[in-house]
Structure formats: C-alpha cells, structure tokens
C-alpha cells in the first residue's frame, strides 16, 4: 500500500506536468495569437489546437486544463501530507483524496466523449491526462487501508461537524486559484479593454456591406452546405496572415459542422496584384504554389509549409524558393515537372491576378483580411473575434 502512495504521488506530478504544458499553449491558441502550430497536433483527427478552439475546453471562463493543474495540485497536498505522515487521520484523508480521483476520472470520460462526438476531434494531451487520471484512480484506491464506501457514508454523516473544513480547503484554493490565475494570465496577454475591442469588432462587422466573392478559391475547406462562410485574402510572407493561419485551423476543426473557409491569395506584389506598385515576384511565386499544388488535392499541405517556413523564406532568392517548393512538392507525392510547370503558365498568373482585383473589389487594405458572409471582419484573425461573430448568426 505504501509503494502505491508513491506510484500515486508520481502519477499527480506527472499529470500537474500534462495539465501545465496544455494550460501553456492554450491561451495562445485560444486567443488567436499563437504564431504556429501546437507540438501535439498530429492530424485533422488528433488536434489540440481544435479542442482547445472549441466552447468546451473552459468552465467559467478558466481553461479545463488550469482546472485540471490546480485540482491535482490540491490533491498531490493530500496525498504528500498522507505520506510523510502529517494527518491526524490517514484513512479519512485518504478516502477524500480517493473521492476526488474518481471526480477526476468522471471528468475525463465526460470529456473525451465530447472531444469524441460534439467536437469530432481528439486532443493528444488529453488522451494523456485522461489516462492518467484512471492510473492515479487505481493508485490511490489500492493504498486505501479500509473500505472505502461504509467508511465515506459515516464521514459524509460528519460533514456537518467539521468534516466541511478539510473539504472546503481542497475545493476554495482551487476555485480562487482558477480565477485568479486566469485573469492575470489573460490581462498579460490582451489589452484591458480586450472585451470591447471584441465588440466593436462585431458591430462593425454587422454594419458593413456585404460583397460577393464570385471567383472560385485558391483552396476551400469545411462543410460545403453550410450557411456561416468565412473568406481570407492573405499574403504568404505576411506574419499576421501567418497568426490567421494558427487561428482559422484550428477554429474550423472546431466548427467543421457550421463553417466553412475559402481562401484567396492577395500578393503584396505588383507582380502578380494589379493594386500595389511594385514587387519581386516572391510572394506571387508562393501563391501559385498552392494554385498548382491544389490542382493534384494537395493545396492545404503546401500553404501550411509555407508558413511554417515563412522566416526563412523571405530571405530566400526566387531561386532558392523554387528549390524550396520542389523539395516539398517531391515531399506530398506531387508530380514535380507538371507543378513546377504550372507556375509559371498564364493561366496561373490570370488566376492571381483575378484573386487580387476580387479582394481589391471588396476594399481590402491590407493582410489578413477575413470576411464572414461577405462583410468585413476587424480583428477576424482572433479566436475571440470568430466566436462572438459566428455566434451572433
């Protein structure tokens, strides 16, 4: 039983480790402003990113994963307190450490079956913490030294005479704590006044006029029936449009069911985008990229290694970026000789060109520019932003 107390106290450090990393990469991602993908992203299928995107990975406005920390935390106390033999009443503490695992536990199958039916997507890091939560479940069960359910219902009797106070102190540093926790966070990452910000945004959106986009997308993505539309002029060696990208993924593995997303190239380059001055075909190249790969069904992998190669790309010779292009093309099974062809046909360059003058049409200024249903969309490249704009539909 001891030996099991140890395996239980490693397994509560090990899940406070899970819970921190996925607390870590959450706000970004949920506040629209990570500037990549997350480690734990595998596919469409097992996606953090899209979890953490989704109204189901907070209660109360504290991210589930905080809430997960701080409980093990609460609970790691107990347990360490058991061991090292500073409770007065080892069994009785020992069945409340034993209450809040199976909470825990419960907990994790709720969740997973969300993850799994409402959500369609699984998160890697909490595959981990739901496993884990049942390991700490048996560990704790196993150092229990009487009956757990005769002894729980006479200290439930108690709960009126003080047995209120020890569950009163795991429950109150946690719930503080979440609160607490969360709005420093969330005020070191925002402006103060970010709740308005995002208001404004949707009332200028719904006051906006609505424009056709009429020419058929670079790439498309989502539920082709459904009603919110979601459209994006982006230029591949712009950082914001780089962020919009960590955003609307995710966002739409979330939504998959409600949204759809149409993508269009707008190249700050004169090259290829009648409506700016001047250019040295760089970013042009890059978006008929995704044109000619989109045409052997592989587009989305192309304009997602693009931006995560972004940095070094715009440094990179027109020669050096062809280089780059081939390799990758060579990468996803692409036809070389047909894709690096394609770039440099007419047709490809018409089709860019079409693409700016549509997104030049609907006045857009600068890039990332999404719009929702036609209207212009401020500040569309954060998770906030999507959420109250959608939501208002």
Known sequence: MKSALKWAIL?????????????YNYYPVKLGIAQ??????????????????????????????????????AL?????????????????????AFATTGFIALTSLVMA??????????????????VLSFLLFFAVWKSLEEPFFSQFKSDLSQFGQGYWKDVLLIIGPVLISGFLVNQGVVGQMVPKNFDKIVENSVQSWKA???????KEPALTKGNSEAKIVITEFADFLCPHCKTAAS????????????????????????TCNDSIGSGSGKRCRLSAAVLCANEQG????????????QRDLMSMSITAVDDFLKGHAENKGIDVDAFMGCLDKPETIETLKSHAALGANANVKGTPSIYINGKYLPGGQLTPVLDKAINSL
């Open 11 to 23: 397994l509560c450090l090990v899940s406070i480790g899970v819970h921190m990393y996925s607390t």
């Open 36 to 73: 990549g993908e997350s480690s734990c992203n595998i596919n469409d299928t097992f996606s953090c990113d899209a979890v953490t995107t989704s109204s189901y990975s907070a209660f109360l406005g504290v991210p589930m994963s905080l809430w997960g920390a701080l409980t093990h935390g």
């Open 76 to 96: 790691l106390l107990i347990l360490l307190s058991v061991q090292l033999g500073f409770t007065e009443n080892r069994e009785r503490w020992m069945r409340l």
């Open 113 to 130: 079956a969300i993850a799994f039916i409402a959500i369609g997507t699984l998160c890697p890091n909490c595959i981990g913490s739901y």
């Open 208 to 214: 906006n006029p609505a424009y056709t986009f009429d």
């Open 247 to 270: 955003t609307l993924k995710p966002f739409l593995l979330a939504n998959k069911n409600r949204v759809k997303l149409n993508f269009y190239s707008f190249p700050l380059d004169g």
């Open 298 to 309: 592989n587009g989305w992998p192309i304009h997602d290694d693009i931006f995560a190669a």
